[in-house]
């Protein structure tokens, strides 16, 4: 018979916005006096978590919509854009916690793109720069220092330790695909597989801390990312991961713009959540190809120098084409 504890599923939310050429993430703080609010495998520590709400079945239709109703309640959020992400079950997702003496917590996650505001509510709500958890994921300034000095040199030694020449080979291609190395080519959606090789290898704080190899963990190290509790840097890995995914074939990232906006500000924020630089004219060709803006008339004279025109998504190329994507064109 089973020994396992009861069951509860919840709802995670990996919302998203762009300020300026920030990538940011919503997150929040676990609040010990009311046992509603906190995931049932929060530590009651004071790391990171994604939105989380329990899922009410008896009070909406859908999990869309209750995902929608605890956002409201405790950010002060409205959602736009929501798609469901991944569910999350495994049995182990508590360091530090025998599983026997915890629920079965079944997480299914949600991307959420919004224009960023001033979140309020119960949920103490901060935003935060993705990068803040993924600093080897930010290409814009070329190869970020953090890969060249600590990552690529302690993947070549894991490498070296393999058992035999098969797992020898074995790892050297999941680094060299991972990360770019060894002459692949950097693949800016491998967000989720290159933070479970850094898991693997113990490069991540959340290695360590369910390890019990340092159980008096902080906020990590900031050249590794800052840490989360429980696995919400993996879940918040496989919506980054998503987002730049569907870049290419859905126009998602009109979600996370103004009414109207310039074409240097649409590229800058497709270079903020893709992590690379992007060439200006081809970035430029490549829109209008695809038939995704519409020119307004109207002039930007924010911009610091000569006015520049003010564009609109054309929703009409949603009934066009089967998937009006920005394509991603090589970077600069």
């Known amino acids: 018979m089973s020994t396992d504890p009861s069951i509860v599923v919840g709802l995670n939310a990996v919302i998203v916005a762009v300020t300026k050429e920030s990538p940011r993430i919503l ?8 046992p509603s609010f906190g995931d049932p495998l929060w530590s009651g520590g004071d790391l990171d978590l994604l939105p989380y709400g329990p899922l009410d079945p008896g ?12 956002v409201r309640e405790r950010t002060g959020l409205e959602l736009g854009y929501v798609e469901q992400l991944y569910t999350f079950g495994d049995r182990e997702r508590a360091p530090g916690r025998r599983w026997r003496d915890v629920p079965r917590v079944i997480s299914v996650a949600y991307l959420a793109l919004v224009r960023e505001d001033q979140p309020s509510g119960s949920a103490r709500a901060r935003w935060r720069d993705w990068y803040t958890y993924f600093p080897w994921e930010d290409w ?10 600590t990552i690529a040199p302690t993947l070549e030694r894991w490498v070296g330790r393999a058992s035999d020449t098969a797992v020898e080979e074995e790892r050297r291609e999941r680094t060299s695909i991972s990360f770019g190395l060894e002459g692949s080519e950097w693949d800016p959606d491998r967000v989720l597989e290159r933070y479970e090789l850094l898991y693997e290898v113990g490069l991540v704080t959340e290695s360590r801390r369910d390890s019990g190899v340092n159980s008096a ?5 900031p050249l590794l990312g800052r840490a989360m509790d429980m696995d919400h840097r993996r879940i ?24 109207t906006f310039t074409l240097l500000r649409l590229q800058r924020v497709v270079e903020a959540l893709a992590g690379v630089r992007l060439h200006k004219q081809n970035f430029r060709r490549l829109v209008g ?10 002039l930007d ?25 920005l394509g991603l064109p090589p970077g600069r």
């Open 217 to 221: 963990y902080a906020e990590g190290d």
């Open 236 to 259: 918040l890995a496989t919506g980054l991961g998503r987002m730049r995914g569907k870049l290419r074939y859905r126009p998602v990232v009109f979600e996370l713009l103004p009414e």
């Open 59 to 70: 009070a909406n239709r859908t999990l869309e919509l209750s995902l929608r109703g605890w």
């Open 27 to 34: 997150t929040i703080s676990g609040d010990s006096s009311d």
């Open 289 to 298: 190809r695809g038939g995704l803006v519409e020119g307004t008339g109207e």
């Open 140 to 149: 814009r300034d070329g190869e970020p220092q953090v890969i060249r000095e």
């Open 301 to 325: 004279s924010r911009t610091g120098g000569r006015p520049a025109e003010l564009f609109r998504f054309r929703r009409e190329v949603l009934r066009e084409r089967r998937a009006p994507g």
